[in-house]
């Protein structure tokens, strides 16, 4: 679950309305794009503190009041003496996307498979590992490369597919997926 959703949504959204924010009068634009970047330093760090559940929670808290301080603040200055007519059309829901995004990468971290997918994959390993013992078992000459490349590639499969479904805590990491909101970042200075 977590893979699919890599960071490229939550970038481009957010690069989108934080372009937009032209669309706003000149004396609005400052303040909205100094909470755009806390914003985006606040999503990283919550990538960062990841395999800490408990403080990346804290800084998506701290995130997600920051989402709702740029809603506010650019939903009143769409409607401010200024404002281009378009502001409201293109600006609030470019902001409204990147909320939605964000969202849904917080679900993705927390939605799983049931616990039934784990068991019955463990069940499928060891079922096979004891079909392969016993059809070995019967005969006199055992080839020990047969019986020991079977085993690492039945426990190779399921590291595979657990360090997959958890791809911040494993060898196989999306941590590469983060340098587009640094990216992201160093563009907005």
Known sequence: MGLSVTAAPLEINTKTAYLRLDLLPAGAQ???REEFRRYVEYRLEIFRKLPD?????????????????????AVAASHAEGATSSAQVLLLPAINQMIDITTTRAMALQLHPPF??????????LASALLAGYSMAGGEDR????????ALVIALTVYVI???????FGLI????????LVDLLKSMT
């Open 53 to 73: 559940v408990r403080m990346a929670t804290a800084d998506l808290a701290v995130a997600t009041k920051l989402q709702g301080k740029i809603w506010s603040q």
């Open 162 to 168: 657990l360090d997959i479904e958890f791809p911040r």
């Open 143 to 150: 080839k020990w490369i047969h019986v020991i490349g079977f």
């Open 173 to 180: 990491r999306v941590d590469a997926f983060d340098k587009a």
């Open 116 to 125: 039934i997918i784990f068991g019955m994959l463990f069940l499928v390993a």
């Open 30 to 32: 400052p303040a909205l």
